[in-house]
């Protein structure tokens, strides 16, 4: 008896839980109709963002004046574990309000089969900006198998500039940036080719370490947070030959050649080879293993380390105002037979799109709010950490005679000062306040139609001869006979563009997937050990067990569509070419085709 | 009981065949009696029976609710190795691949290696863990032997401490202690008795032995805990009697403690065995890098970076069967064991 009545109660406590979740859950879902305007906080899933929590400062001040939302940005790169993240919330039927996430290898047809993501089209009678992009949207909705609608704006979009022009703007992506000032003192020793690098480097460090006494500087510092199919940081220096990757492809920009990352004496193993000489040379930071890209960033930002991959990464650290001043900095360093693999300008995008929640409520408002981002204020507003557009107009820039030139200010945190924001703006540091979305809508090297001039403040005409009035600009410009980097490259011939095609991956048989899942942790962690190895005979003979491993392991299979990518993608390069020479040349065409 | 009254039904029922007059057998034995009257009995009180045996029964039911929350129902899960599985697809929408992940296992020579790989790493750390079973025993003993009382508290306290770290916390100490720019290297090159850092994380030397010690760290003082409260539980009178026959204080351990301890120890033993393939993941997880992946990825550890880290669910499934496997392929082991040595099966 007493058992039954204790089953009953707890029934009972139980059946009125239950109906007071459900009537909670009713109540939200009636609210979500009507948008009252109040604050409201917008769960942003976001696959590029590199900070996880709620955004704050000058960013965080302009939306809310302007859609009264708050942002919380959820982060799997942040999270970290793959795709654990994605997964679980994806699972969970929500992955946020909105979402930002790749496109390629069927990401977004998933999305949409599983009703993560929602189509726009009905809140779009407000918004001026999204459809000006419909070409990218278009490119969408036939990459993830949708007839129409707008399922995701494209990232990178731009308006005015061709796919055979590099999207950068005066830096490439990728390049060998030493510090200039030693290799200055070290007397600009010639450097061949890559792995001349190694005796310039050594001598740099031991001139750094002489002078700071200091024995913490390393001429290099690798991570290891963004390895994928390889260890990233190795394919990097492929990159200074044209190179870019397509799975366990290295593909030339050009399609001149396709290359395994596996093959004997290819360039992956040439740069594996590179990273273990420089290790021996003992110029390679020996915390590479273990750190995370924050740490190693904050070693650049101390002069810690004096050789860099990318602009982005050294000179957005380490070239302040002030370091400039005093001649020290990253700059390009030629490698005599470098050929640099350059972006092109796709005006379909990138692969990572900004879509709508499927969840989310006040959709209207969000929706007006991912318009704003692709107008010429939202550009300028939502650049990404790393060298982008000119910041807010007002605060880090203004029109002065008719060009945009920028403040004291601007100039002085865009060159990677800190510097407190004013508190009419939202306060806080300005780094902190930074659009923690990392989310590049329009390619800051497009042209603003307001202003006539580029988003990014570094192309504009005050910036470029404040530019070359700097000691280490102006060391840089007589040694190298050249005004810019990309004016050095293009006038060398040592720039490879990769049109910009916006090439997407096809979705991947998960076997092939299964298997790569495998192959890519015995390459990574291969690469890791070769590079690091104690003799060259030992990191050949890592290699060489590699790839023995990985043949057992059965990575044909997996070339072979990796292959038949890389041909594809060369093959819609040469596509876009054509169709924009077509579009150029339209009138002469039609005449000749009379004749 | 049940069979008594049957046997005696039998027997009315040969009697009757027998062709007897009587309508109603009469028992012939005292016993046969006693068992009709039972039996009787117990048909009267068949309801009572039954409302008993309903009480009973909600008494374990609680527990069987539990058995089949976590041990029976998430074998729904292998459903996933049959499947193609997305994770933003719903199962009911994947596709069915029958055998598919379990071929993909055994296809190549080079994959096999890896779960053998797997398997020697999961059987070493375990195995390593029982062989150094008996450390808490003889800690407890030693700690025991300790006269003075502050000392004892405080060095207990201190042992036990680690088991309430977690392992990512353990790890960040290991990593300020031990890693290239660490504590222990920067001491060592201060001091000039070495000009390189020894790489005690990120190399792929000895790394059983470093995952074993830093279990034995975080577990030694927990694991002493039952020993010690064994020790309290041994009659005092053994000790005076032993001293009473001229032993000293190592001749009493060796006579009197240890023994009275071996119970215990024995059944910490079979539990530790029992959990042999449970040698969890989250020490390997935070201690795995490039470097020693090969020799510390054991099953649980193998299995989530499958399914989470590479993202292959269904694959990863498959694979977290092979644990069942193993362990039924144990138990059969252990019963054959137990079988040939005791003359009785477990199971």
Not at chain 2, 46 to 64: E, Q, S, V
Request: proline share 4%; glycine share 8%; charged share 20%.
């Amino acid at each position: 008896m007493e058992f039954k009545t204790a089953l009953t109660r707890v029934f009972a406590v139980g059946v009125a839980a239950t109906m007071l979740f459900s009537s909670a859950a009713c109540g939200n879902s009636s609210a979500s109709d009507e948008d009252d305007n109040s604050l409201m906080t917008v769960e942003v899933f976001d696959g590029l963002a590199n900070y996880q929590g709620e955004q704050k400062g000058w960013f965080a001040k302009i939306i809310k004046d302007k859609f009264n939302i708050k942002l919380n940005i959820v982060a799997p790169n942040v999270a970290g574990g793959g795709s654990t993240l994605f997964d679980t919330r994806a699972a969970a039927g929500n992955l946020g309000d909105i979402v930002i996430y790749g496109y390629d290898t069927g990401k977004g047809s998933k999305l949409v089969k599983s009703g993560l993501i929602e189509d726009m089209t009905p809140y779009l009678q407000d918004t001026e900006y999204i459809s000006k992009y419909k070409e990218a949207t278009d490119y969408v909705n036939e990459q993830i198998g949708q007839e129409s609608g707008v399922w995701g704006i494209p990232s990178a979009v731009v308006e005015n500039l061709t796919p055979d022009e590099p999207s950068e703007g005066l830096e490439p992506t990728f390049g060998p940036y030493l510090r200039w000032d030693l290799y200055k003192e070290v007397g600009y020793p010639e450097i061949n080719t890559l792995e001349d690098l190694v005796s310039v480097l050594k001598q740099m460090q031991d001139k750094a370490r002489e002078e700071s006494g200091s024995d913490d500087i390393y001429a290099m510092s690798l991570f290891k947070d963004w390895d994928s199919n390889m260890m990233n940081n190795a394919k990097q220096p492929t990159c200074f030959y044209g190179y870019d990757e397509v799975g366990f492809v290295l593909a030339k920009g050009d399609g001149s050649d396709f290359e395994s990352i596996t093959e004997e004496d290819g360039i992956y193993e040439r740069t594996i080879k590179f990273f273990n000489a420089a290790y021996r040379a003992g110029i390679v930071d020996p915390e590479s293993t273990t750190q995370n890209y924050d740490t190693m960033n904050s070693k650049y930002k101390n002069g810690k380390v004096l050789f860099s991959f990318w602009p982005w990464l050294g000179q957005a650290a380490y070239n302040t105002n002030e370091n400039k001043a005093a001649g020290k900095g990253f700059m390009l360093a030629p490698l005599k037979d470098m050929k640099i693999f350059s972006y092109g300008a796709t005006p379909r995008g990138d692969k990572t799109m900004i879509a709508l929640g499927s969840k989310a409520k006040n959709k209207q408002r969000l929706v007006k709010f991912i318009d704003w981002l692709y107008s010429p204020e939202g550009v300028y507003a939502s650049s990404n950490q790393t060298g982008g557009s000119a910041g807010v107009q007002g605060l880090t820039w203004e029109v002065k005679d008719g060009k945009p030139v920028l403040t004291d200010f601007g100039s002085a945190v865009l060159s990677g000062e800190s510097k407190n924001v004013p508190d009419e703006w939202g306060g806080g540091s300005y780094s902190d306040g930074i659009s923690a979305l990392n989310f590049t809508t329009v390619n800051v090297n497009d042209i603003d139609p307001n202003t006539g001039y580029t988003y990014n403040p570094v192309m504009w005409p005050s910036e470029i001869e404040k530019a070359n009035e700097n000691p280490l600009n102006k060391d840089w410009q007589e040694h190298m006979g050249a005004s810019t980097t990309m004016e050095y490259l293009k006038n060398n011939n040592m720039l490879l563009v990769g049109a910009g095609s916006s090439y997407v991956q096809p979705e991947e048989d998960s076997q092939i997937s299964t298997l790569r899942g495998s192959i890519k942790t015995e390459i990574v962690n291969s690469s890791w050990k070769a590079s690091f190895a104690d003799s060259e005979s030992e990191c050949e003979k890592i290699f060489s067990d590699m790839i023995k491993t990985v043949q057992g392991l059965d990575i044909d299979s997996v070339l072979e569509v990796d292959m038949k990518n890389a041909k594809d993608q060369d093959q819609s390069r040469k596509d876009i070419l054509k169709e924009y020479q077509n579009k150029k040349s339209s009138s002469s065409e039609s005449s000749e085709s009379s004749e | 009981m049940e069979s008594t009254t049957t046997t005696s039904g039998g027997n009315a029922l040969a009697d009757g065949v027998g062709g007897t007059t009587e309508t109603e057998p009469a028992p012939r034995t005292a016993k046969d009696r006693r068992a009709a009257n039972k039996a009787k009995k117990m048909a009267g009180n068949i309801d009572y029976n039954k409302r008993h045996g309903i009480r009973l029964f909600l008494l374990i039911a609680p527990l069987l609710i539990m058995v089949v929350l976590f041990s029976y129902l998430p074998l729904f899960g292998w459903l996933y190795a049959f499947f193609d599985y997305q994770p933003p697809i719903p199962l009911s929408e994947s596709k069915f691949v029958g055998l598919q992940w379990f071929k993909m296992m055994v296809q190549n020579p080079a994959q096999l290696q890896t779960i053998g790989q797997v398997l020697i790493n999961t059987f070493a750390m375990s195995g390593l863990n029982i062989l150094t079973s008996f450390f808490p025993l003889f800690f407890a003993i030693a700690l025991n032997e300790i006269r003075a009382k502050r000392f004892r508290n405080l060095i207990q306290t201190l042992t036990t401490l680690p088991n309430f770290i977690s392992w990512v916390l353990v790890y960040a100490v290991a990593f300020a202690m031990f890693s290239t720019t660490g504590m222990f290297n920067e001491l060592l090159q201060n001091l000039h008795i070495i000009s390189e850092p020894i790489k005690f994380l990120d190399s792929s030397d000895h790394t059983w032995l470093k995952m074993l010690l830093w279990s034995l760290w975080k577990g030694l003082g927990w694991g002493s805990i039952m020993y010690l409260a064994g020790i309290a539980g041994i009659d005092q009178e053994l000790y005076e009697a032993a001293q009473v026959d001229g032993a000293n204080r190592f001749q009493q351990i060796i006579h009197v403690t240890i023994p009275q301890l071996l119970p215990t120890y024995f059944v910490l033993l079979m539990l530790s065995i029992s959990n042999f393939l449970n040698n969890g993941m989250d020490q390997y997880f935070v201690f795995q890098n490039a470097f020693n992946l090969k020799y510390i990825q054991v099953l649980d550890l193998y299995v989530y970076n499958v399914g989470m880290g590479n993202n292959s669910l269904s694959y990863a499934t498959a694979i977290s069967m092979l644990k069942s496997l193993v362990s039924v392929g144990l138990l059969i082991a252990v019963n054959w064991l137990s079988k040939r040595t005791r003359g009785v099966s477990i199971v």
